[in-house]
């Protein structure tokens, strides 16, 4: 069992113990992965009865159509089923996806199905089976998704044990799924794997396995020679995420942001090349990360952008204009209208969808300090100013990707006109209070003229 989402190495995992199983121990493989879209719940049987079918071939003299093959090895009980599927081959056997509507009621026989195939390719060579459950790029998790991939998971492990028990081929499965798609109180097939010590968990990388990665990369023994603001850099921005990292380093090697370069001792260091005028981080900051589309970690974080609601997507993009902690008034100040009747509606449209971008780990709550050198903008200090921003909760966009992409969807104008409206807002109804409220204080204090004060002294005096 694989646990973590892709981006932490997860399907590069999964791959290496495939190639391992095949080329070491001559398994066949064959896949079952789930996706988490309306319609393609019995993705998994389908992909399944694909890989054996293809994996058949070799073996026996079978037709090149994947429905016509199909007909032929499964009982005839189930042949019923086949058109189910939705399998459609091209002539170089290429595999069509797409959505096919199947009852409920139905699945449990495809999966019977399936398992023939899958004990008759058992019965002639070992196979490693890779179920992997893929999540959309907004985290959505279909329920009928999840009881057919676990159905099917299962089933793959009762049948491995059974060919055990009676001396047939083995068979590996692999599991490959995030924790949050494990059922509560798991699964036969997890609880073996945690039995028998066979979870793997893909978590975020530290800072030191980070640092360990990029001199890897980069091929610099031991990690001498990186600059402190590329590794700050690209610790922020990857977040923890391996593949980000290699992303990262390449594309900031081929847009010459970055060079290797050999010193006169021998050995390599990393040197940023600095534009005129401009210091490391300065130049760092300034690549366009917009620009590499072609990866994966901006094609997800795209994704991940365009799938969220309407007012979530204002949210986000608004926040990204702030360096330091938000609140809801700072957003409305640019968004909503003061003078158009429904300014405490709007306040709770977006508070609503700020707690769902905290829900989905995209914001997250700020702390005092954070609040305290927020308040240094608007030139305010104190327990007076604090105690006035603590009325409404603050939040803070701490991914720099999601910033960086998010700003990339907002003219310059628009983030001028979004930081302009909040800093006019938080000076007229955060900051004006408290030093009104120190004026107040002032002039409530008696006043005594000075000649009052030492009159005594100067009639003494005569």
């Not at 996806?97 to 699945?107: A, C, N, Q, R, S």
């Not at 994966?296 to 702030?322: I, T, Y």
């Not at 006019?424 to 004026?439: C, F, K, T, W, Y």
């Not at 002032?442 to 009639?459: F, G, K, S, V, W």
């Amino acid at each position: 069992v694989i646990q973590g989402l892709a981006e932490y190495g997860t399907l590069e995992l999964c791959e290496y113990v495939v190639h391992l199983a095949v080329q070491k121990h001559g398994m066949a493989p064959v896949f079952a992965c789930s996706r988490a879209r309306p319609g393609q719940e019995v993705n998994p049987l389908k992909e399944l009865c694909a890989s054996c079918v293809e994996s058949l071939r070799h073996a026996e003299q079978l037709p090149t159509d994947l429905t016509e093959v199909l007909m032929q090895l499964v009982p005839e009980q189930f042949q019923d089923l086949v058109p189910f599927l939705g399998l459609d081959a091209e002539l170089d056997g290429t595999l069509k996806t797409g959505i096919v509507h199947v009852d409920e009621d139905k699945v449990p026989r495809m999966i019977e199905m399936a398992m023939v195939l899958l004990e008759r390719l058992a019965m002639s060579r070992p196979c490693v089976v890779v179920c992997n459950y893929a999540l959309g790029s907004n985290r959505m998790s279909l329920h009928s998704s999840r009881r057919a991939y676990w159905q099917v998971v299962e089933a793959i492990h009762q049948l491995r044990e059974r060919l055990n028990g009676q001396g047939g081929k083995p068979i590996a499965l692999v599991i490959v799924v995030p924790e949050s798609v494990i059922p509560e109180g798991s699964t036969e097939s997890v609880e073996f794997a945690k039995a028998n010590h066979c979870v793997l968990n893909c978590e975020k990388m530290d800072r030191t396995s980070v640092l360990e990665y990029m001199a890897c990369l980069l091929g610099l023994p031991g990690g001498q020679g990186l600059p402190d603001a590329l590794t700050e850099y690209t610790i922020a921005l990857a977040d923890g995420s391996p593949h980000y990292v290699q992303e990262i380093l390449v594309e900031l090697q081929n847009g010459n942001a970055i060079q290797v370069t050999d010193d006169p001792h021998g050995s390599k260091r990393v040197e940023v090349v600095l534009p005129d005028g401009k210091s490391e981080r300065q130049a760092l900051e300034d690549v366009e990360i917009a620009n590499w589309i072609h990866t994966s970690m901006v094609g997800q974080c795209m994704s991940l952008l365009e799938s969220l609601d309407p007012d979530e997507a204002a949210v986000v993009k608004m926040s990204a204009v702030f360096l330091g902690p938000f609140s809801v008034p700072d957003l409305a100040a640019s968004s909503s209208s003061l003078w158009g009747g429904a300014l405490r509606v709007d306040l709770l449209r977006l508070f609503k969808a700020c707690l769902q971008l905290r829900k989905k780990d995209i914001l997250a709550d700020a702390t005092v300090d954070e609040l305290d050198a927020s308040s240094h903008e608007i030139g305010s200090k104190g327990t007076a100013h604090l105690e006035s921003m603590a009325e409404f909760p603050h939040f803070k966009l701490h991914s720099l990707l999601l910033r960086k992409m998010a700003q990339s969807m907002t003219l310059e104008q628009q983030r001028l006109a979004i930081k302009r409206q909040a800093l006019v807002n938080r000076v007229i109804n955060q900051g004006l209070p408290a030093r009104m409220e120190n004026v107040r204080k002032n002039r409530a204090n008696q006043h005594i003229p000075y000649y009052y004060l030492h009159m005594e002294d100067a009639t003494a005096a005569r």
